[in-house]
């Protein structure tokens, strides 16, 4: 039996789904197929395992992660991982904030701006392009939206681009949805004691 | 190679631009095609989910409803037009009622969804097929809601 996670974190996490994922032993030859393309880490995943059930949602999904995440033009990876970090934190989805937090922190090498926005919320006191880019985050992650001229403004005199603004609206959208799946199909566990 | 016929029906044409009604050429064109392959996996994404093959357990008119109600709770009104347009006729059912209760929770505060949401929505008759199918959907809308609004944001305020 694992615990559930609860508080954000950037240890590596589980997630344990609530409703029965795919029976590999039963699964269609193209389940299969989307699996293997979804990575080494897939095979063992609830999460992909339970995503199989529509193969080729879960393919074109995986196609648009992967191009709004790594796409090799404009913005750096880590403003897209903070983004999706500040999104997560912003939903309560501390799945997502663990893997995202821990990306930014590879990428950024900024513990301090995690540990701000871990300890006082998306609205945490930070560098003023951090600042920038998790005020339109955070904007853009409530329902409805309420990211508006301002946080754009503000972005612009950070010396970001439309481009780089939109690669940043398209990764906080992009977990806009990723939220919604993990927080609503199962729950974050801690992984198997040691 | 695509012609007008093509470019007229949803499936063929890009469902973003045509929401937001972006004219060929235009700033924000530009700015969408710099970004080839998202817009394009966009598309395919909405195809996957309102144009598959085969709808499987969540038919046509309970995936336009869902997406119908989260683009109307997020505020996005032409998106929500959109789908309230392609929607073939749906009965009201307590099936259809409990399917658009839970697109509601998860639209707007999914951090509210709880297991017993799911354990409701079995009792509703969805399978975990189903479930999966309308959580696609659900996220997918609140994507391309986001995705709308920082467009409509950018085209303003050049």
Known sequence: MTAVARGFTTDVLDWAAWIAPVDLRQATPEQIAVLEESGPHARTSQYYHLLLHDAEALRQRSALFNAIMYGRKGLNRADRELGAAVESIANGCVYCTSVHARFYLQLAKRPDVIDALFRDGVAAPLPPRERAIADFAAALAETPPRAGATQVRTLRDQGLSDEEILDLADAVAMFAWANRLMLTLGEPTLGPAP | ?158
């Not at chain 2, 695509?2 to 029906?9: P, Q, R």
């Not at chain 2, 392959?37 to 996957?48: D, K």
């Not at chain 2, 009792?123 to 609140?142: D, N, R």
Request: charge should be positive; hydrophobic fraction near 50%.
């Open chain 2, 1 to 158: 190679m695509s012609g007008a016929l093509e470019s007229s029906s949803v499936v063929g044409g890009d469902f973003i631009d045509s929401v937001l009604g972006l004219a060929p050429g235009s700033r924000l064109d530009a700015l969408r095609r710099g970004r080839a392959e998202v817009r394009l996996r966009l598309q395919t994404n909405w195809t996957a989910l309102f144009a598959p093959q085969d709808f499987g357990p969540l038919p046509a008119h309970e995936r336009f409803a869902v997406a119908q109600r989260v683009a109307e709770i997020s505020g996005a009104e032409r998106l929500a037009r959109r789908y309230a347009k392609l929607a073939p006729p749906a009965p009201q059912n307590a099936r259809l009622d409990a399917i658009l209760a839970h697109a509601e929770t998860v639209g707007s505060a999914p951090h509210d969804a709880s297991r017993a949401e799911l354990v409701r929505l079995a009792g509703a008759g969805l399978s975990p097929a189903t479930i999966v199918v309308l959580s696609q959907i659900v996220g997918f809308v609140a994507t391309q809601v986001r995705v709308l609004a920082a467009l409509a944001l950018l085209g303003e305020t050049s």
